[in-house]
């Protein structure tokens, strides 16, 4: 009786340590997902809008890529348009994004529905002139701005 006791207990340790294994395996997994480049563990640095090129357009259509060379980005980080410009993200990273506003009303792709990894696109049509500053809800370093001329 005491051998079948002794083999119950190591049997609920063996069971209890299989539980915490998994259990560890599905958070690095997760936290993997989170991450969306293979860098070298170092914290994302943020994109300043005067570090990349300022885009400039007449025409009534625009692209925005989201791209990831070491860290996420919009890229370009400004974009100048005139009024009735509808502009297009689209995510070439392999981690989800959202695209909005800073005040968060005057568009926004969802964060119940980001721009899907590969090839998700978002658009908008800018009516008002105006400067509309923006950011990734999932990434907040994630910052650009559309500037909207009359």
């Not at 599905?26 to 070298?40: D, Q, R, S």
């Not at 990434?139 to 559309?146: G, V």
């Given at each position: ?25 599905v958070a690095m997994l997760l ?49 100048t348009i005139k009024v009735g ?7 070439t990273t392999g981690a989800p ?54």
């Amino acid at each position: 009786m005491r051998l079948n006791t002794h083999t119950a207990t190591q049997s609920k340790r063996r069971g209890g340590r299989a539980w915490f294994v998994l259990l560890a395996l599905v958070a690095m997994l997760l936290l993997a997902a989170c991450g969306g480049t293979t860098n070298t563990g170092t914290t994302p640095t943020p994109t300043q809008a005067g570090n990349t090129p300022t885009a400039t357009s007449s025409g009534s259509a625009m692209a925005v890529s989201i791209t990831s060379s070491g860290t996420f980005a919009f890229s370009p980080a400004t974009l100048t348009i005139k009024v009735g410009t509808t502009v297009t993200w689209t995510n070439t990273t392999g981690a989800p994004h959202t695209v909005t506003s800073d005040d968060s009303t005057t568009f926004d792709s969802g964060i119940n529905t980001p721009l899907s990894p590969n090839g998700g696109t978002f658009s908008h049509t800018f009516t008002k002139a105006g400067t509309y500053a923006y950011h990734c809800q999932i990434h907040p370093f994630m910052k650009a701005t559309i500037i909207v001329q009359p």
